[in-house]
DNA sequence: TACATATTTGAGTGATCGCTCAATAACATT
DNA sequence: AATGTTATTGAGCGATCACTCAAATATGTA
């Protein structure tokens, strides 16, 4: 509430004494949960304080602890946010697919080609979140571990879709095909985050690819 | 100082007294900075207070300060002295070896090795920290991904002696190899920093070093 | 031994941290 | 319109942060 300075300087203090705590918008839930998203996952859990949270939400202290209990507590929601769009993101490029392992192999394709586009791309929010915790944080770790946890499920799920579908032999291990196709995603988003150029990043991810597309088997 | 509580008060308060403000023995830097780079590792810059550095190095501020500068400057010491031992120890692997594709193919293993023997393994620190950098601090992220730049062209350097030993093709591009070989410590370490089990770990290492073995041309 | 120099301590600084709560504004009900 | 209820503000709290500096201790020199 700064005074204003202006030719009319009457007409400036009232101003100012109306403005007074003058009450804001009340906030949106899913907005603030989406910025706080963004916040947290390029600056991390440490490094953020409740002033960079305030600066993105457009709240006041008492406003987010009224709506989220404890920056903890924001955090574990703002990772929760995180993997429901991950989750969505590679579950809306498998749906519809008559070739599982094509769209598997295209969504590692897609990671080299988000990167060209986004110069401020970051590694993926669940791995900072789980090589940056401390002990005493350990329960978001956990969460972070939970969720990756469930998309190599997801993953799984779509290496089995290809054994349905003909693609892979019956017999193929796909809880390892997921471990081995999720840490590939961690690798190749951290070189995106670590700025390695755009022709390095997407040879890497074609290759990570073609090692997918290879498994099919001859029909 | 803590006045001592035992039976006889006179002996315990003139202990006191004579032990008020006694100097510590002078530190060894080599070993203030091993303890420094081992916290730095686990906590991370941002979480790791002067406070947790005092207990590691047992030392006080003004001794942090006048050996060190700062905070930011003993994290730049640690770091080099962690690029500078990671090196050592891909040289030292690579050393009196017959096979350059051999040794490349068994340090990827022995990264599944160690995270068996180390219950609290973490992942690279560079990585760590390059993911873990935030625009405040964006000098010690580009001294970490300067460091792993030094150590990709050191891999580059073990796949030029595979191509002189004559396990590789001459035409091979070796830069390429190094990145997605790098690509793959990174993966590996955060599967184990992660808590991945020990036979799922040995298993994608395996898998990585006999990719790496099957690049080797008949003989 | 006396004095000079170097080193370490740790109390204290100003700033920032996560969070609380009384005051105020906005909304709902009668 | 008056009253009651709910939501937001932001000053201020106690704690912690990175760092400084005068005092004290240890080491070196004449």
Redesign the pocket.
């Known amino acids: ?1 700064t005074p204003r300075s202006n030719a009319n300087d009457k007409s400036g203090l009232l101003q100012y004494v109306l403005e ?5 918008q ?2 949106d839930r899913e907005t603030a949960l989406d910025a706080a998203m963004t916040l947290f996952w390029t600056k991390g859990y440490h490094a ?4 960079d949270l305030e600066g993105a939400l457009n ?5 987010i ?3 989220f209990s ?3 507590a924001l955090f574990s929601a703002a990772l929760e946010r995180y993997f429901q769009q991950t989750k969505e993101v590679f579950r809306s490029m498998h749906r519809d697919t008559d070739s599982p392992l094509g769209a598997l192999a295209d969504y590692l394709r897609s990671i080299a080609r988000d990167a060209d586009t986004d110069p401020d791309c970051q590694a993926c929010m669940l791995i900072k979140t789980i090589l940056n915790a401390t002990t005493e944080d350990a329960a978001i770790a956990e969460q972070a571990r939970h969720y990756l946890d469930q998309i190599r499920d997801e993953i799984a799920t779509a290496f089995d879709r290809a054994i349905a579908s003909g693609e892979l032999p019956a017999d193929i291990d796909t809880n390892h095909l997921a471990r081995r196709y999720q840490a590939n995603i961690s690798a190749l988003k951290i070189e995106a985050h670590r700025g390695t150029g755009r022709n390095e990043l997407a040879a890497l991810a074609d290759e990570a690819a073609g090692d997918v597309e290879r498994l099919r088997v001859r029909q």
Not at 20 to 24: G, T, V
Not at 48 to 51: A, E, P, V
Not at 59 to 63: I, V
């Open positions: 509430m007074a705590m003058k009450r804001a009340p906030y953020t304080s409740l002033k709240m006041k202290p008492g406003s602890y009224a709506a404890s920056k903890e």
